[in-house]
């Protein structure tokens, strides 16, 4: 059961640098960290997924230290559509993985 | 290319009354999620697919839920005698082969109220 920790809401303002980290202190060897985010009304959609180390694509990075017990989701210079809330998930699928309850982020002019 | 589709988007019912859902994964992808998501909160896995078996069935919430899937491709999530604690949003996904480093892609939804 790899349980995440997430903070609850975040606030920022447009153009900053946004970093959301999730705990996962029993990750498994195997498990991946995905994260997804979420607009209102709307299903999840994938942002970036990592297994260690540093993970970039054009909207996002995921950085992965070492132990892998934490990852970090950066969001460089976000704008007001990236207000949302954004999920943490690691490993794979079965009835004791539970998504956490995310982070609300709130980006402000 | 065409994403998860659910439907319907929105339905009502009575409490008591049966209700089916339905989930049109992306083609080809074989692995298969439900999720239910109440006001506010996360999502909470329902069921999973590989193909057309689960594998486990144990994170459905009582025995009123069912779920099936035909031909790898659509499945169907039922409740029976619905009660006002189902009213949530269920959410569908699906990935290419349900391994550990394959995203899933979601639907946007079936709200469900019950009355």
């Known amino acids: 059961l790899a349980k995440t920790t997430q903070p609850i809401s975040m606030d920022s303002y447009e153009g900053q640098e946004v970093n959301i980290t999730c705990s996962h202190n029993n990750i498994a060897t195997n498990d991946y960290i995905t994260w997804y985010q979420q607009f209102p009304s709307q299903g999840p959609r994938f942002i970036i997924q990592?297994?260690?180390t540093k993970v970039t694509n054009e909207v996002a990075s995921l950085f992965i230290p070492a132990d892998r017990k934490s990852s970090t989701l950066s969001l460089p210079r976000v704008s007001l559509s990236d207000t949302a809330v954004y999920y943490c998930l690691v490993g794979r699928l079965n009835n004791d993985m539970r998504f956490g309850a995310g982070t609300r982020l709130t980006v402000k002019p | 290319g065409a994403g998860v589709s659910q439907s319907p988007s929105n339905k009502v019912t009575e409490k008591g009354k049966d209700v089916e859902l339905r989930c049109d994964p992306i083609s080809g992808h074989t692995a298969l999620y439900w999720y239910r998501q109440r006001l506010g909160q996360g999502l909470e896995f329902l069921i999973y697919f590989q193909g057309n078996s689960a594998p486990d069935k144990s994170g459905l919430p009582s025995d009123r839920f069912s779920a099936e899937r035909t031909g790898e491709s659509v499945s169907t999530l039922t409740i029976q005698r619905t009660q006002q604690e189902d009213s949530a949003v269920y959410l569908c996904a699906s990935s290419l082969d349900g391994q550990l480093d394959q995203p899933q892609h979601f639907g946007d939804g079936t709200r469900l109220s019950i009355l």
């Open positions: 990592g297994y260690k």
